[in-house]
């Protein structure tokens, strides 16, 4: 992830540009839940993963068992049935994930329409990041990079009403049906 600016100027009259230096090499991404169940706080669940170089024959992405195991961990962590709502992400879409799912009776998901980020609270918590955690710094490695984000992270583990203002901006609400079965 290239870091935003935060602020910058520009004579006037002249588009303000910020030039940085170097290229993405995806060598980190991070899969994340958050999770609501009324009358209790709201929980945010992450599994940042570091990427074998890929030029070397290492992966870009997060595998689909990297999605499989969020879900896994959020039960046991929470212990309860799981309603996933998911985007359209092409690993969210994979057969094994979906025959994983369809195995577990504690897991019901839902998919968002496609192009719809507007829609997903976790888009919330990502632009919350990069205004917070990556706004006007420059990482001096990768591993900076990673302490940073796992500690902006782990705050907003502890602020559910920032995790609920990012449910709160989708327009979605906690009282949902269920599906009834045929």
């Known amino acids: 992830m290239t870091p935003p600016a935060a602020h910058t100027w520009a004579k006037r009259g002249h588009m303000p540009v910020v030039r940085v230096r ?3 090499q995806r060598r980190f991404s991070i899969a994340a839940l958050t999770c609501y169940k009324t009358g209790e706080r709201s929980r945010l669940i992450f599994r940042p993963k570091r990427h074998a170089d890929h030029k070397q024959g290492g992966r870009r992405s997060l595998t689909w068992t990297d999605y499989r195991d969020l879900p896994t961990a959020a039960h046991h962590q929470l212990n309860a049935p799981l309603v ?7 690993v ?3 057969h094994r994930l979906r025959e994983f799912i369809a195995a577990r009776d504690w897991i019901t998901c839902f998919q968002l329409p496609s192009y719809a980020p507007d829609l997903n609270p976790v888009e919330g918590i990502w632009s919350v990041l990069r205004r917070t955690g990556q706004c006007n710094t420059t990482f001096t ?5 990673i302490r940073v984000l796992r500690r902006r992270l782990r705050e907003l583990q502890y602020r559910s009403d920032v995790i609920d203002g990012c ?3 989708t327009g979605l609400t906690l009282t949902t049906s269920r599906p009834q079965a045929q």
């Open 141 to 145: 490695d990768p591993d900076h990079l």
């Open 167 to 169: 449910l709160a901006a």
């Open 22 to 24: 170097g290229r993405s």
């Open 84 to 90: 996933l709502v998911w985007d359209n992400l092409n």
């Open 92 to 94: 969210h879409l994979d």
